[in-house]
């Protein structure tokens, strides 16, 4: 039932910030956990950071420092602050969500660009 729709991606040059945003639609249950991964050219998806209900978060060792993940359940959105973005940051990003433990995201977004140059 419920989509997943990421928006906020773009081109950047490094240095720069961008947020992310994600807006879960359609019915479903409060997420237990929102996540944000991307997928750089020639490389494997990779986690870059959660965030559970109680709004404990985690981060891939690449993003601790300059990004942070926050959420609004009023509005079932999951953002991505990135900030010192750099050029090893361009990828697809995409949001998740999980309502299991242990978590397993099972629905997905399409994904929104971000270009670092």
């Known amino acids: 039932h419920v989509q997943l729709v990421e928006s906020g991606g773009g081109s950047v040059q490094a240095g720069g910030s961008l947020t992310l945003s994600c807006v879960a639609s359609?019915?479903?249950?409060?997420?237990?956990?929102r996540g944000w991964f991307r997928q750089a050219p020639g490389k494997e998806r990779e986690g870059v950071a959660h965030?559970?209900?109680?709004?404990?978060?985690r981060y891939a060792d690449s993003a601790k420092g300059r990004f942070t993940i926050s959420r609004d359940n009023a509005k079932n959105t999951v953002y991505l602050q990135m900030n010192s973005l750099k050029s090893e940051d361009t990828a697809l990003y995409y949001c998740?969500?999980?309502?299991?433990?242990?978590?397993?995201?099972?629905?997905w977004g399409q994904g929104t660009q971000v270009t670092v140059s």
């Open positions: 998740a969500a999980a309502w299991t433990w242990p978590i397993k995201f099972a629905r």
């Open positions: 359609g019915y479903a249950p409060s997420t237990y956990c």
């Open positions: 965030i559970d209900s109680d709004g404990v978060t």
